[in-house]
Antibody
């Protein structure tokens, strides 16, 4: 059974940093592209970033480009999101999500974690 | 960026009745080389992450009840729930995976009348 568990969220001041983690289980993590997707309180879904299975290919939403960095450690079965220069508008629940297929060609998200809440406030 | 626009924003339907949600993309999400529409539908219940219902615009994910169906091509898509059940109360999102940034519609809140 596929499971994704996020951690690392919390309260941070504007301009601060936070590192989110995602621990996958129930599938061969090293085969799959992964994404981070966020949802501001009471709002819709916003894709943030993806990372290829090898870690060589990344993509970011313009809203986070240059501030956030996605990474993975396949040996440790972990996905990360380093978030720097945080702003109030980054406040959201952050989900890690698995891409539908191992090739990464079809970027819909077939498994999601429960999310971790990031609050950016002074 | 491809903008996804859903209608309506909210919808109240009686149990057993049909519910229809529309999604329009600002450009075609039909990939000509494989004739597939890169469009998915998700259901999100309160306090839960989204769950994929439909992909390729009309392919039902494994385990999704057959009362859920998707249709459309190019820029115009529809999610239909043929006979609404109480457990279908949720927010529904469409998503294009044709190109980055992957974008979602704003969501349609489905309520029981």
């Amino acid at each position: 059974q596929v499971r994704l568990v996020e951690s690392g969220g919390g309260l941070v001041k504007p301009g601060g940093s936070l590192r989110l983690s995602c621990a996958p289980s129930g599938f061969r993590f090293s085969d799959y592209y992964m994404s981070w997707i966020r949802q501001a309180p009471g709002k819709g879904l916003e894709w943030v970033s993806y990372l290829s299975n090898t870690g060589r290919t990344t993509s970011y939403a313009d809203s986070v480009k240059g501030r956030f960095t996605i990474s993975r450690d396949n040996a440790k079965n972990s996905l990360y999101l380093q978030m720097n220069s945080l702003r109030a508008e980054d406040t959201a629940v952050y989900y890690c999500a698995r891409h539908f297929d191992a090739s990464g060609s079809y970027s819909l998200f077939d498994n999601w974690g429960q999310g971790t809440l990031v609050t950016v406030s002074s | 960026d491809i903008v996804m626009t859903q209608s309506p924003d909210s919808l109240a339907v009686s149990l057993g009745e049909r519910a229809t949600i529309n999604c329009k993309s600002s450009q075609s999400v039909l990939y000509n080389s494989n004739n597939k529409n890169y469009l998915a539908w998700y259901q999100q219940k309160p306090g839960q992450p989204p769950k994929v219902l439909i992909y390729w615009a009309s392919t039902r994910e494994s385990g999704v009840p057959d009362r859920f169906s998707g249709s459309g091509s190019g820029t115009d898509f529809t999610l239909t729930i043929s006979s609404l059940q109480a457990e279908d109360m949720a927010v529904y999102y469409c998503q294009q995976y044709y190109d980055t940034p992957y974008t979602f519609g704003q969501g349609t809140k489905l309520e029981i009348k």
